[in-house]
């Protein structure tokens, strides 16, 4: 027997943007659901990301999801929740230092502005104009003036507090062992204290997705890596845009509240992720404040207060599953965002909610499909 | 002991105290009402009143605020203090300047 | 990567000796200490410590952080100060702020030994500048010679918040008032009473309400609280204080023991949240251990003991010591250790409410409430009786089971006795062998011994007692002779004032009381000219 409150129409597996997103769109619609979360709210990739509210360098398949979230979503997204998720919308600006770096953001640009994005290529001064603390080392960069950030912690917590207020149950501290199939269909979520049951089981779970659809026969090629970032104390203001770079080797924003975070690689991430816990290495934040320096030198002197270290879910080929899976009905995926999950996660949460309704889908999905992994002919 | 949370339990209404303007957090200037106030918007545990509030994200990094916070979120749910989790321990111990810590020495 | 045998991270009391001990075996050490000054706290002891001769009894602080120093450079360890950790990662790499860069070091073996830090309390007007930790109080006249305000409200009556009114006294401060939110002084009861026979009051089962001042303390306001700490209204009063110094106990500072992961437990009688060592301070990750308050709030002496043992076990780790050598060290640290966890305030008897000494005698109830004992309570126990009718005899107002007993070793004529247990009270016999050196006023870490002659004169006695104030009385000088709460009781003439470089600063003052005073006078307030 399943105690009756552990039956809803949707039970989302996942306590992250994703999951809670959904849950919230699903609530406004009228459609109940449970939400388990094994840790905190927000653990995973939903609180180890930059903030990147950005449309610029995304892989096509995903870039119309930005666009929509972008243009239809983020801007009233802090009124719609009752929190302010520290949205500022004042551009992208994606640095070359490197002829080789430029060729990337050419191609990058040239991407994206076929889908219809309002990006280009601007040179180091005109970047400097833009962001005056930037060093002479800088030649050249894409700009995409509607790009922006927000607070992912407090996306996070905003989706939940008001999916919360409008009736969706949220249980934490529950570890989901196996999906169970009854009667052809993904029914049951089976965790180490108890059984869920619900019509549609959607599968959020970040780097632990794999393991969970694995219980109901499914694999996705995603694999969980290392990402780390620093905060600085309090700074003055210095510039409004999300910054990242050509390698993609360092990212990051100021917050409203003062702080820079930026996040860094040394290239080694996908070799430390066999560790029992995720800390941070010994190399990573200095790496980083070196990366950080040569870009704005005016930051040399700031303090960094702490760094953070975590796993998120990295896909095979670095874009979302995000699906109603054939093979198992009643079995919805989203998962391998591989990092840039959050800029996405409103529209994504309000795809999901129409994908677990089966009710006609704002924008097309069929380029995310579970079943689109192949060998390479 | 069992970790689960069913975050719909019902707390009952706020009810404002006397002390809630009382600063909690000095780095960053959060009152008791307000860490009492986000307990009431779901926010159960002390990272989670981290990320919303920012208890713990200034200089000292909770070193002096932490067992305020915990004691206060605690008396909320109606638990002992040792029963929440502090927020994780971040390196580094002390805030250290960029120029410092990109200056490697082996 | 440099690479030591062991890493030692902080120059404490527990640091210091664990380096020490692995050193000693030969081992490759380093020391890494975030301050200018090795010695963690010790530098601002300017106390005796409690204990036995083998824990440094009636040394002071700093002396024994000097020793501890000395031994550090004689056995090799190198010590790297200026130096904060940074964090702990994986392999026990360590990284390390040194100047104006980041070092890289490693080792086979980590002791975590980074001390405590102090807690604070809320309420309005806690932020205000004049609120300061009472160590920080400490650090400021002690290390830096500042005085921390003028007028001092003391909240806490633990050992540190006795102790640091004590120095604050002997800065030049006023200690408006001790406080304590519980209904009983939490110290020891001899550092109770050397405060409280200076003159400040204590107010038990108080809290502090709010602070007065706009922009900066002016006073304080206090109330009395009922048995569940709510305060009692119309008890309100405000003091006119400049500084609020909190002595409301410390927590161990085991972020960087987080950072590696290791098993961590919250434990109220250890401060808070502490790493789960075994008897040898190792925690759950081999080769990690954490020595001293790190791994549970308790006071120096112990943690030099915990360094050593720590050190220790590092060498055993390491091949350095044979097993039976190795245990036979580690039994007799171990007893010194339980020695010190002995007696009422010991780790064991937190949290118990004890009514009685292990001796049967009725604790004094004035003591725990006013910090300082009644007149017909001290006749109970054996340290004041006196055994002959005539001549000098050693009074001995220590009426607790601490751990301490330099008394009995400072008595050549053998005169005092505490015996094995060094928590037992001490026990004055034979006094007519008092030959009153004043050795015994001199040892006594709780400066509760006194020589009283109650046949100095035909109508007169002298009461010799322990004086650590400034400027020293000379004989001629006129006072009145105070009573164990302070206050004045009866004019008296100073007619010795003993010092000498064996008496380590402390010295004896001989004051003439007319005899009916004798048992009532302990201090002494000096004219001044002015």
Redesign the interface.
């Known amino acids: 027997m399943i105690a009756m409150n552990n039956h809803a129409e949707v039970i989302i597996i996942g306590g992250g943007v994703i999951g809670c997103a959904t849950a919230y769109n699903l609530a406004k619609k009228g459609v109940k659901s449970i939400v388990l979360e094994k840790y ?3 653990y995973g990739g939903s ?1 180890r990301n930059g903030g990147g509210v950005r449309q610029s360098a995304r892989d096509p398949r995903e870039l119309p999801l930005a666009m929509y979230g972008v243009e239809h979503l983020w801007p009233q997204l802090s009124e719609e929740l009752g929190v302010d998720v520290e949205y500022c919308q004042k551009g992208n600006l994606r640095l070359a230092k490197t002829e080789a770096h430029l060729k990337i953001l050419e191609t990058l640009v040239e991407s994206s502005r076929s889908s219809g994005l309002d990006v280009g290529m601007i040179g180091g001064d005109e970047a400097r104009k833009i962001c005056p603390y930037m060093s002479d080392e800088v030649i050249g960069a894409s700009w995409c003036p509607t790009d922006g950030h927000a607070n992912p ?2 996306t996070t ?1 905003a989706f ?2 008001k999916a ?1 207020e409008l ?1 969706v ?6 570890n989901v062992r196996e999906i169970r199939k009854l009667k052809g269909q993904a029914r049951q979520v089976i965790t180490d ?1 108890t059984i869920y049951e619900g019509d549609i089981i959607l599968l959020a779970a970040g780097y632990e997705s794999r393991a969970i659809a694995n219980t109901v026969g499914i694999d996705i090629p995603v694999q969980r890596i290392l990402l780390e970032a620093l ?4 700074q003055p203001r210095m510039f409004d845009q999300m910054l990242g770079t050509a390698a993609a080797d360092f990212y990051g924003h100021q917050a409203k ?1 003062g ?1 820079f975070v930026f996040g860094g690689s040394t290239g080694l991430e996908p070799y430390i992720s066999e ?3 995720p ?4 190399l990573t ?2 790496s980083t ?2 990366g ?2 040569k870009y704005f030198p005016v ?10 270290a975590g796993w998120i879910d990295e896909c095979a080929d670095h874009v979302a599953v995000i699906d109603r899976v054939e093979e198992v009905p009643g079995l919805v995926l989203a998962c391998g965002f591989s990092g840039h999950g959050f800029g996405i996660s409103p529209t994504v949460g309000l795809l999901l909610s129409e994908l677990v309704m089966n009710t006609a889908p704002t924008l097309d999905l069929s380029a995310l499909r579970y079943n689109r992994f192949k060998a390479k002919a | 002991m069992s970790k689960v949370v069913d975050r719909s339990r019902d707390l009952g209404p706020f009810i404002p105290h006397n002390d809630d303007e009382l600063i909690i957090c000095r780095c960053e200037e959060i009152t008791k009402g307000e860490i009492r106030k986000a307990v009431r918007d779901g926010m159960y545990n002390l990272t989670e009143i981290k990320r919303y509030l920012r208890t713990g994200m200034g200089l000292c990094q909770g070193q002096t605020c932490s067992r305020f916070v915990r004691s206060i979120v605690a008396k909320e749910l109606g638990l002992s203090p040792v029963e929440l989790d502090l927020t994780s321990a971040r390196s580094p111990a002390r805030p250290i300047e960029m120029q410092t810590y990109s200056n490697e020495v082996w | 990567m440099k690479r030591y045998e062991l890493i030692v991270i902080g120059a404490g009391p527990a640091g210091l000796s664990a380096a020490i001990e692995a050193a000693s075996w030969g081992m490759k050490v380093i020391v890494f200490d975030e301050n200018a000054l090795p010695g963690g706290q010790l530098f601002k002891q300017i106390h005796k410590f409690f204990g036995s001769k083998k824990h440094h009894a009636k040394i002071r602080g700093f002396r024994i952080g000097e020793t501890l120093l000395k031994e550090a450079e004689e056995s090799g360890v190198e010590v790297r100060l200026k130096a904060t950790v940074m964090g702990i990662f994986a392999n026990k790499e360590i990284t390390v702020m040194n100047g104006d860069h980041i070092e890289h070091f490693k080792g086979d073996n980590i002791i975590v030994a980074t001390g405590a830090s102090e807690n604070m309390i809320t309420f309005p007007g806690w932020t205000m500048p004049g609120v300061i930790g009472a160590g920080a109080a400490q650090t400021l006249m002690n290390l830096h010679g500042i005085k921390p305000g003028n007028k001092v409200l003391m909240v806490g009556s633990g050992n540190v918040g006795l102790v640091v009114s004590f120095q604050l006294q002997q800065a030049g401060c006023k200690v408006v008032a001790i406080i304590d939110a519980s209904p009983k002084i939490g110290g020891y009861g001899v550092h109770a009473a050397k405060v409280a026979r200076t003159g400040i009051p204590f107010y038990l089962s108080h809290t502090i309400v709010r602070t007065a001042g706009e922009d900066c303390v002016s006073g304080a306001i206090i109330a009395e609280v009922d048995s569940h700490w709510q305060v009692i209204e119309g008890t309100q009063k405000e003091l006119e204080v400049d500084t609020i110094c909190l002595a409301v106990g410390l927590s161990p500072m085991s972020q960087l023991a987080r950072l590696t992961g290791c098993d961590m437990f919250d434990a109220v009688e250890k401060g808070g949240l502490v790493p789960r060592c075994n008897e040898y301070g190792e925690t759950s990750i081999p080769g990690l251990f954490c020595a001293g308050d790190v791994a549970g709030i308790e006071e120096a002496s112990s943690a030099m003991i915990q360094g050593r043992i720590s050190g220790l076990a590092v060498a055993k780790r390491s091949g350095y010591i044979l097993a039976n050598e190795f245990l036979m060290r580690f039994v007799s640290f171990q007893e010194s250790l339980s020695q010190l966890r002995g007696g009422m305030f010991g780790i064991e008897k937190k949290g118990c409410v004890v009514t009685q000494t292990d001796e049967g005698l009725p604790l004094s109830r004035t003591l725990l409430q006013k910090g300082y004992i009644a007149e017909a309570e001290i006749e109970l126990f054996s340290g004041s009786k006196k055994c002959k009718a005539k001549g000098v005899h050693p009074v001995i107002e220590c009426t607790q089971n601490i751990p301490c007993n330099p008394c009995q070793d400072a008595c050549r004529q053998g005169c005092i006795i505490v015996g094995d247990q060094i928590t037992s009270l001490p026990i004055v016999t034979d006094t007519e062998k008092c030959s009153g050196c004043g050795m015994c006023i001199i040892s006594c870490p709780g400066q509760a011994i006194f020589l009283v002659d109650d046949d100095y004169t035909e109508d007169s006695s002298a009461i010799s007692f322990p004086y650590e104030f400034l400027p020293l009385p000379k004989a001629g000088d006129m006072g009145m002779a105070l009573d164990r709460s302070g206050q004045e009781i009866c004019p008296a003439e100073i007619v010795k004032v003993r010092t000498g470089k064996g008496m380590d600063e402390t010295a004896i003052v001989t004051m003439k009381v007319p005899s009916e005073f004798a048992n009532k006078s302990r201090f002494c307030a000096i004219y001044t000219e002015s």
């Open positions: 905190e709210i927000g609180s912690m407090l917590l939940y507090k919360r009736g149950r949220f249980i934490t501290g529950e204290e905060v600085t104390e309090v509240h702080s560790q029992y816990a800390v941070t290495s010994s934040a200095s404040c070196r950080i320096i930051l040399k002197d700031a303090k960094i207060v702490r760094t953070w």
